[in-house]
């Protein structure tokens, strides 16, 4: 049959990023019909296209173990590490009506997709210029707005994190999103 507008497509892929290293590709689905909605890796010729992140709607999901929030959430962007063996994936985190951030190794296993990674709670993120902390901006986990850098090893561990605020954008009455790093290290 032939898809004639978004809503018979209950697969439409509404961001999708290249690695660095252009093997791989890593897209959002995200019809709102399945669970089939969420970041899928691929790398043509060597791999099928493999889900790595099932999104989790208000409507219910039962396939994926959640120990902690977001109990809700959906994906709505990808970043490949520089070294392109990890995804930084943004979601909207229904039940605080904000952002936050998952990193995601990419993994042949279909078992992957069944437990959601750690979530680091910060509305914007992007890769530090050596892949090896996240560029964090907007709100954090207290509320405060602010620019700085994370550890991407801590997982659900807070005290690992070695968070580095570069800017409170509180402190002077600014929103800060969108935060990078440039190639000199300066954010």
């Given at each position: 049959?032939?898809?004639?507008?978004?809503?018979?497509?209950?697969?439409?892929?509404?961001?999708?990023?290249?690695?660095?290293?252009?093997?791989?590709?890593?897209?959002?689905?995200?019809?709102?019909?399945?669970?089939?909605?969420?970041?899928?890796?691929?790398?043509?010729?060597?791999?099928?296209?493999?889900?790595?992140?099932?999104?989790?709607?208000?409507?219910?999901?039962?396939?994926?173990?959640?120990?902690?929030?977001?109990?809700?959430?959906?994906?709505?962007?990808?970043?490949?590490?520089?070294?392109?063996?990890?995804?930084?994936a943004?979601?909207?985190?229904?039940?605080?009506?904000?952002?936050?951030?998952i990193?995601?190794?990419?993994?042949?296993?279909?078992?992957?997709?069944?437990?959601?990674?750690?979530?680091f709670?910060?509305?914007?993120?992007?890769?530090?210029?050596?892949?090896?902390?996240?560029?964090?901006?907007?709100?954090?986990d207290?509320?405060?707005?602010?620019?700085?850098?994370?550890?991407?090893?801590?997982?659900?561990?807070?005290?690992?994190?070695?968070?580095?605020?570069?800017?409170?954008?509180?402190?002077?009455?600014?929103?800060?999103?969108?935060?990078?790093?440039?190639?000199?290290?300066?954010?």
């Open positions: 049959a032939l898809l004639t507008s978004r809503e018979d497509n209950n697969a439409i892929v509404v961001d999708a990023a290249w690695s660095p290293d252009g093997r791989s590709i890593a897209f959002v689905v995200n019809a709102d019909k399945t669970e089939n909605d969420g970041v899928w890796w691929y790398t043509p010729g060597a791999t099928a296209p493999v889900q790595i992140l099932v999104d989790c709607l208000p409507s219910g999901c039962i396939t994926v173990q959640r120990d902690s929030p977001p109990y809700e959430y959906e994906t709505r962007s990808v970043v490949w590490s520089p070294q392109s063996d990890a995804v930084l943004q979601v909207y985190w229904y039940e605080r009506d904000r952002h936050a951030q990193i995601l190794v990419p993994s042949g296993s279909e078992d992957y997709r069944s437990v959601r990674p750690p979530v709670e910060y509305d914007y993120g992007d890769w530090s210029v050596d892949g090896q902390r996240l560029i964090v901006s907007g709100r954090d207290a509320g405060r707005v602010v620019l700085g850098s994370i550890n991407r090893y801590a997982g659900n561990d807070r005290n690992a994190r070695d968070e580095r605020i570069a800017l409170d954008g509180s402190a002077l009455g600014l929103w800060i999103q969108h935060g990078v790093q440039r190639p000199d290290g300066s954010l």
